[in-house]
């Protein structure tokens, strides 16, 4: 099992900057079984999306609409992924989650961190 515990989010202006992070607890084993993580979001009645994606590979995606302006961090060291906001925007309030992938055994999630951008 991987334990997945965001923070950061708060309520921020248009124009501003937030970051996020993603601790990942569990064994040693398992946390280095972990394949990839990424960023998801779901705004109120919209589909969880995703926002940004890692691999063991070290490359990373990002949503046509975050590019530019999101940036996705990894330190391995203290098992932490980051997602550093810059430029926010009214749509991108959404409540924002942490995910970690082992190919073996399946999805996590962590409970999630609200962001709220003001106009």
């Known amino acids: 099992q991987v334990q997945l515990v965001e923070s950061g989010g708060g309520l921020v202006q248009a124009g501003g900057s937030l970051r996020l992070s993603c601790v990942a607890s569990?064994?040693?084993?398992?946390?280095?079984?972990?394949?990839?993580m990424s960023w998801y979001r779901q705004a109120p009645g919209k589909q969880r999306e995703l926002v940004a994606t890692?691999?063991?590979?070290?490359?990373?995606a990002y949503a046509n609409s975050v590019k530019g302006r999101f940036t996705m961090s990894r330190d391995n060291a203290n098992d932490t992924l980051y997602l550093q906001m810059n430029s926010l925007k009214p749509e991108d309030t959404a409540v924002y989650y942490c995910?970690?992938?082992?190919?073996?055994?399946?999805?996590?999630w962590g409970q999630g961190t609200q962001v709220t951008v003001s106009s």
């Open positions: 569990g064994s040693i084993a398992i946390i280095n079984s972990i394949n990839y």
């Open positions: 890692d691999n063991s590979g070290g490359s990373t």
């Open positions: 995910n970690a992938v082992i190919v073996a055994l399946g999805s996590y």
